[in-house]
């Protein structure tokens, strides 16, 4: 099953027992110095490219000169020319990425994101980064300071094709069973995770940072059984110079936010290919026509399971009175805040028994919701605007009729949607 059809399912049956290592892959193969003729087919579609891409071509045209003076000079640099906080750091000790060799639980790897990018860095490697795409989704890169022969970098370069674990270029964020050094154990298996997910099941082979309340995780952990003395509370600068690092956290909100963030994005970016599709094909004149009526329901029920999942269907309850993590990472998430006229917004913490005070994505207003294509992106709100009217059914029985109110107001006034209609 692909990640993003898991994603858009009710979890169903008895849950694994042993999930115990999560790890953000940002990996590509078949890396070139420069771009292959024809390769990055948005650069011939004016307005359309992603993060990275641009900031590429900024340094290549000499709009933009990256601090190269040492490791983590150049990560600021680039952290701040992509808007990326510092604050979003998480902690990562698997050695399942493409630099694996340099991983450790003493040397981890450290991913920084906001909403269309992400960052990954480990001492002694290259950047690894990927740049979202409105219409085409994820791209992978990397990103070297220098490289032996050639001239003083940086020295960006673009993956064509990804590893099988990156079907249709998807983001990950895996659980996996690791020893002591890191090494996945022979006979394990990866799981994909999500804010579905209960804790108990995440968060093996990530350093984490703040507080779960009563319920237990898996974090700080090797091979389940043995936790790294640190006293896990606020910082990890009992464990980790502080001087390596950007900043001594690995915050667990910071980390739910990632397991939302990258799946809800891969729904959309599967999502938006599906309907495509079938616009192309209920097209006069298609080279493989589908009937209209045929096309119409599909693209409703690609709509309905987008629905879900920006609706927060199947999110984890946390049972344990709540989490607790780091202000510096929510303050810096808070700063994109879409506000209606009543001061709420979608990005607003709850953190007692959800993840959101107000459960739709914030996520509805990324460059790839608002690339949706037009005519698909109609009938999305109409069903959104639907399973938010005022009495609830079987599909939205986890929403309060106060909180479809909420988010009537909220999405109405931030992202313009239709009054409820009535087709079901």
Wanted: aromatic share 8%; with cysteine.
């Amino acid at each position: 099953m692909s990640s993003s059809s898991h994603l858009l399912q009710r979890r169903s049956g008895g849950r694994v027992a042993w999930l115990v290592m999560i790890m953000f892959i940002i990996t590509a193969t078949g890396f070139i110095s420069q771009a292959a003729e024809g390769e990055v087919s948005s650069r011939n579609v004016p307005g359309q490219s992603d993060p990275v891409r641009r900031l590429w071509e900024q340094v290549a045209e000499g709009q933009v000169q990256l601090d190269v003076s040492s490791e983590s000079a150049f990560l600021k640099s680039v952290l701040r020319e992509l808007d990326v906080p510092v604050a979003s750091q998480v902690l990562v000790f698997s050695k399942t990425s493409l630099q694996r060799d340099l991983i450790s639980p003493h040397q981890p790897r450290a991913i920084y994101y906001n909403d269309e990018c992400y960052v990954g860095w480990v001492r002694g490697g290259a950047l690894e980064l990927i740049g979202v795409h409105p219409v085409e989704g994820p791209k992978y890169y990397l990103l070297q300071r220098s490289v032996a022969g050639l001239e003083k970098g940086p020295v960006f370069q673009v993956g064509k094709d990804c590893f099988s674990c990156h079907g249709g270029a998807a983001l990950q964020v895996q659980s996996v069973r690791v020893d002591a050094e890191g090494q996945p154990l022979t006979g394990s298996v990866n799981f994909s995770i999500t804010e579905n997910s209960p804790l108990s099941e995440r968060w093996g082979g990530w350093y984490v940072t703040g507080s779960s309340g009563r319920e237990a995780h898996l974090g700080n952990l090797i091979d389940g059984k043995r936790r790294f003395p640190i006293a896990l509370a606020e910082t990890l600068t009992s464990l980790l110079p502080r001087a390596t690092y950007l900043t001594d956290t690995s915050d667990i909100v910071a980390l739910m936010v990632l397991e939302h963030q990258y799946s809800t994005q891969n729904a959309l970016t599967e999502t938006a290919r599906a309907a495509r599709t079938i616009l192309e094909r209920i097209t006069p004149g298609a080279e493989s026509p589908l009937p209209e009526t045929t096309g119409r329901r599909l693209l409703q029920k690609h709509a309905d399971r987008l629905v879900a999942k920006l609706l927060f269907t199947e999110e984890h309850e946390l049972t344990g009175g709540g989490v607790q993590g780091s202000a510096a990472f929510q303050e810096a998430f808070l700063k994109s805040r879409r506000v209606a006229a009543d001061g709420s917004s979608l990005r607003d913490f709850d953190l007692r028994t959800r993840l959101f005070k107000h459960r739709c994505s914030y996520m509805v207003y990324s460059a790839s919701f608002n690339a949706l294509p037009g005519e698909f992106k109609k009938v999305l709100l109409q069903r959104l605007a639907f399973r938010l009217k005022d009495t609830a059914d079987a599909d939205t029985d986890w929403l309060t009729n106060a909180d479809r109110a909420q988010l009537r107001l909220i999405l109405g006034e931030t992202l313009g949607l239709p009054s409820p209609g009535d087709t079901p």
